[in-house]
């Protein structure tokens, strides 16, 4: 089998490899061959637009039946894929940065844009790569965050460099460049929710039974798990007055004592167990009757 390859600016097709034809008889299916050939030095040396490439199958007296139909390759070059690629767990997800370079440059007839496509997959995982985001290349270091992950998961990432190009109105591509080395994270949650606000204290009493009521601005953290409740007087300790979190951003003490006043501060806590600091105090008195 032998491949020739001719360009855009030089229609003289010149022959680059040949690969032994495997014998496999009528019933079995056709086993796909693969040539690499390396376009260096056209990037380096042409400006043609585009390599052209045919196959011709020849037996063995050397004889074949014509060259196959062509196929074009874009002759644009391809960024160089990051080599310092950088992973965070950040509260809002996944940090990914690197340092950018120059993009390459042209010496095509064809239009071109450079960009990066940020890859994930779950580790240890059959499911497909997915696309974080598509950049365009630029001189300066580059920072996005994945918000889209799951807690407790191990992620890998990795760039791809890709050239678009346009000949005109006539044809557009992309040509993909080597992937960068995959990096592996393990989304790990230690990252508390926000602190409560708005925490007030109002005594108030039903006939005999007496309480102090408590609220709070809701959280707005995603995972929220439930909030707990502190309260101290003077001079102590605040010790936790809830057995169970707290759903809801309302709470009332009933275990108080006349003329004592008491002092509350309220945390929030994820689902995963991370608790908040506590909030800003509220204190409230019980009169005596």
Same mark, same amino acid.
């Given at each position: 089998?032998?491949?020739?390859?001719?360009?855009?600016?030089?229609?003289?097709?010149?022959?680059?490899?040949?690969?032994?034809?495997?014998?496999?008889?009528?019933?079995?299916?056709?086993?796909?061959?693969?040539?690499?050939?390396?376009?260096?030095?056209?990037?380096?040396?042409?400006?043609?637009?585009?390599?052209?490439?045919?196959?011709?199958?020849?037996?063995?007296?050397?004889?074949?039946?014509?060259?196959?139909?062509?196929?074009?390759?874009?002759?644009?070059?391809?960024?160089?894929?990051?080599?310092?690629?950088?992973?965070?767990?950040?509260?809002?997800?996944?940090?990914?940065?690197?340092?950018?370079?120059?993009?390459?440059?042209?010496?095509?007839?064809?239009?071109?844009?450079?960009?990066?496509?940020?890859?994930?997959?779950?580790?240890?995982?059959?499911?497909?790569?997915?696309?974080?985001?598509?950049?365009?290349?630029?001189?300066?270091?580059?920072?996005?965050? &994945?918000?889209? %992950?799951?807690?407790?998961?191990? @992620?890998? $990432?990795? /760039?791809?460099? *890709?050239? !678009?190009?346009? =000949?005109?109105?006539?044809?557009?591509?992309?040509?993909?460049?080597?992937?960068?080395?995959?990096?592996?994270?393990?989304?790990?949650?230690?990252?508390?929710?926000?602190?409560?606000?708005?925490?007030?204290?109002?005594?108030?009493?039903?006939?005999?039974?007496?309480?102090?009521?408590?609220?709070?601005?809701?959280?707005?953290?995603?995972?929220?798990?439930?909030?707990?409740?502190?309260?101290?007087?003077?001079?102590?300790?605040?010790?936790?007055?809830?057995?169970?979190?707290?759903?809801?951003?309302?709470?009332? &003490?009933?275990? %108080?004592?006349?003329?004592?006043? @008491?002092? $509350?501060? /309220?945390?929030? *806590?994820? !689902?995963?167990? =991370?608790?908040?600091?506590?909030?800003?105090?509220?204190?409230?008195?019980?009169?005596?009757?």
């Amino acid at each position: 089998m032998i491949m020739r390859r001719s360009t855009s600016d030089n229609p003289n097709a010149a022959m680059i490899g040949e690969l032994p034809l495997v014998p496999v008889h009528k019933s079995q299916q056709a086993r796909a061959q693969t040539f690499k050939d390396s376009l260096t030095d056209l990037l380096r040396n042409n400006s043609a637009n585009f390599a052209t490439y045919t196959v011709e199958a020849l037996s063995g007296s050397g004889k074949g039946a014509g060259p196959s139909n062509p196929a074009d390759m874009p002759l644009v070059p391809v960024p160089l894929p990051p080599g310092d690629l950088q992973l965070k767990v950040v509260p809002e997800g996944v940090s990914i940065s690197w340092t950018q370079t120059w993009p390459p440059q042209n010496k095509t007839g064809l239009g071109t844009e450079y960009v990066y496509r940020i890859m994930r997959r779950q580790a240890d995982s059959k499911q497909q790569a997915i696309l974080v985001k598509q950049l365009n290349a630029s001189s300066t270091a580059v920072m996005v965050i &994945d918000t889209a %992950i799951e807690w407790e998961k191990q @992620y890998q $990432y990795w /760039v791809t460099p *890709v050239t !678009l190009w346009q =000949n005109g109105d006539q044809q557009k591509g992309a040509v993909e460049g080597d992937d960068s080395q995959p990096v592996t994270i393990t989304t790990h949650d230690i990252f508390p929710p926000a602190i409560p606000t708005g925490l007030q204290a109002v005594y108030s009493q039903v006939g005999q039974n007496s309480f102090i009521d408590l609220t709070w601005i809701p959280n707005q953290d995603p995972d929220l798990g439930g909030y707990n409740v502190y309260r101290h007087t003077e001079g102590t300790q605040p010790v936790k007055v809830n057995t169970d979190l707290v759903k809801t951003p309302a709470f009332r &003490d009933s275990n %108080i004592q006349t003329g004592t006043r @008491y002092f $509350y501060s /309220v945390s929030a *806590v994820d !689902l995963r167990g =991370n608790e908040s600091a506590k909030s800003q105090e509220a204190s409230e008195v019980a009169p005596k009757q």
